[in-house]
């Protein structure tokens, strides 16, 4: 069986070069998709899946085509479809569907909407409810979002050289977004899948940009741990706490071989490297130190700075850490200093932070996390 | 593909001076290409009047339609291939790091 999703996007952006209509290709797809979930239970799967269902969408586009007659020129395009040597130009239409849905020139939650609505086929409902908004509000985003690159001509093209360069971190911090709407708390755990999926094709698509592999890479580490990082009642386990037999090793195995073949170029590898750096036998803190060091020096965030000191606390005392959340207040500073103060040995005034954190938790799991630690103390 | 520069202030333009392109050299290079069809500096939005017909009435009103701080200062048409030619185009005049600029297709 092939990978329905997979051909979707295929015919999608392949249709789209072909006729410039989006709307078109779309409709295209998804009646080919349909047609063969009648037709091959029915009549067997076709020895060329991806062929077949190519097949079904193009000879579609030519009906639609051929009955509004002032589309000829595009009519001939289409019908042209399977020419030999073309097989290349067809993987490079889904790298430029992909580019063309993250255009900068689009909103960021548009630039999601649309990636995982034409790229990855995903039901305009469970993008909706991802976002809290109601489907006929999604689709209104996304159908403005491609009336957008039409009208105002946005190019549907693969961007080269320092072009490419400025336009890949976007694409990335798209497939991120999308990860991290899967990953989250209250996210679709499906979406997460989705964003491995498009990063692995991205990888094979671009095999030359290092930072494409190492979001893979930080993907499938971070994904190891989905059935480890939730309690029975669905709160939030901490990393320190999760039960690392239950990670997916062979997800860890994948993460850490493709890091192995990367060179460290961007944020997403020195991530991934940290990621990397919890195993199923410890963490070794030294290291990931060093990689908070390092990703502190292109990203000095407060988020980053703050784990950069537990990293430090956790590698080389906790007094190392303290000594680096210095000027940080609030949450979650303050809930760090609580769980460094307690392994300094300082339970009274650990206690007494930890009660402090709750206080000014931003959720109610957290605020019972920080209370059940005050409490063991 | 047409596209109305909207050539704006804004109230937090660019502090490093030094990198701010020179205005002669943008119009020269892109008259020179064909990417600049037309184009002007506005005169101030004090000598605006905005016109309305309400029940037959010519209603006259002093100033712009809209009182705000970031105002329209002037206006280039672009022709360009497509939209990242025009940001192309925008990115490197000086009002992109003093002001901000609105690209608007047309057809025309």
Redesign the interface.
Known sequence: MTDLPDSYGRIVATLIRLTGDWNLAEDCAQEAMAAALERWPRDGTPDNPGGWLMTVARNRAVDVLRRSSVEQAKLREVAMLFHPGEQHEIEDDRLRLIFTCC?P?LALEARVALTLRTVGGVPTADIARVFLVSESAMTRRITRAKSKIT?????YRV?SGV?LTERLPGVLAVLYLLFTRGYDADGEPAFADEAIRLARLLTGLMPAEPEVAALLALFLLQHSRRHARRDAVGDLVPLDRQDRSRWDHESIAEGRALLERTPVTGPYAIQAHIAAGHGAAGSDWRSIAGWYDQLARIQPTPMVELNRAVAHGYAFGPQSGLALLAGFEGYPAVAIEADLTAKAGDRDRAADLFREAAAVAPSEVERRALLARAAEL | MKYMMFVCTDTEPETDESIVPDIFTWVAENDASGRRVAGNQLVSPSSATTVRVRGGEVLLSDGPFAETKEVIVGFDILECADLDEAIAVAAAHPMAYNGRLELRPYHG
């Not at chain 1, 009208?151 to 190019?155: G, H, K, L, V, Y």
């Open positions: 255009h020139a009208e105002a001509r946005i190019p961007p072009a």
